[in-house]
């Protein structure tokens, strides 16, 4: 299985900041890489599919870029709802999550 | 709006056997490949098995292949996951999932239901 390793495991910020999550595969997975987000004691929700694509109503202070092996979450004047957790997939092969970045308010 | 209620979960012991289940509304059901995620506070996010929208076509992690099997009943709007030879790192919440692409199984995980806690221990 393609291992995905996200950086770094936590992080914290302050509401007005900008954030960037990095996120790298074992081996190339061309651009078939997914983000979500995750608040406690809620299911995940698709932020970024193909690496770069905005899903439907998430606001664009997201946005995901990268390929191949190395990509990045950039989160641009965090907002209170935007402390949780982050998970970077890939679809190229069986997927495969990363183990998370942990957002938390400074 | 979409709604994935999943259901089925509980405490089961070692060897034993659950049966998941999942009420979709609010989409066309049978358009969707549909897939089951797990996760662990130790493991994190798991794939666990996907099914496409006819059925046709099952896909397994190898964690679980042999003792689960993904199923559907498009008339009913529903998906089940029956679990047998439960083992202890079975343990974990599992959730029902919607792929994003009318009639591909794609991976694109969206959106995911409140998910059922499966607890395996004697």
């Known amino acids: 299985d393609i291992q995905m390793t996200q950086s770094p495991s936590s992080l914290s910020a302050s509401v007005g900041d900008s954030v960037i999550i990095t996120c790298r595969a074992s081996?190339?997975?061309?651009?078939?890489l997914n983000w979500y987000q995750q608040k406690p004691g809620k299911a995940p929700k698709l932020l970024i599919y193909?690496?770069?694509s905005l899903q439907s109503g998430v606001p664009s202070r997201f946005s995901g870029s990268g390929s191949g092996t190395d990509f990045t979450l950039t989160i641009s004047s965090l907002q209170p709802e935007d402390f949780a957790t982050y998970y970077c997939?890939?679809?190229?092969?069986?997927?495969?999550f990363g183990q998370g970045t942990k957002l938390e308010i400074k | 709006e979409v709604q994935l209620v999943e259901s089925g979960g509980g405490l089961e012991q070692p060897g034993r056997s659950l049966r998941l289940s999942c009420a979709a509304s609010?989409?066309?059901?049978?358009?969707?490949?549909m897939h089951w995620v797990r996760q662990t506070p130790g493991r994190g996010l798991e794939w666990v098995s996907s099914?496409?929208?006819?059925?046709?076509?099952?896909r397994y992690a190898d964690s679980v292949k042999g003792r689960f099997t993904i199923s559907r009943d498009n008339a009913k709007s529903a998906l089940y996951l029956q679990m047998d030879s439960l083992r202890v790192e079975d343990t974990a919440f599992y959730y029902c999932?919607?792929?994003?692409?009318?009639?591909?199984?794609?991976?694109?995980?969206?959106?995911w239901g409140q998910g059922t806690l499966v607890t395996v221990s004697s």
């Open positions: 999932v919607k792929d994003s692409v009318v009639g591909a199984m794609l991976y694109w995980f969206d959106p």
């Open positions: 609010g989409f066309t059901f049978d358009d969707y490949a």
């Open positions: 099914i496409t929208w006819n059925g046709g076509t099952t």
């Open positions: 081996q190339s997975v061309s651009n078939y």
């Open positions: 193909a690496a770069t």
């Open positions: 997939q890939q679809r190229y092969s069986t997927p495969t």
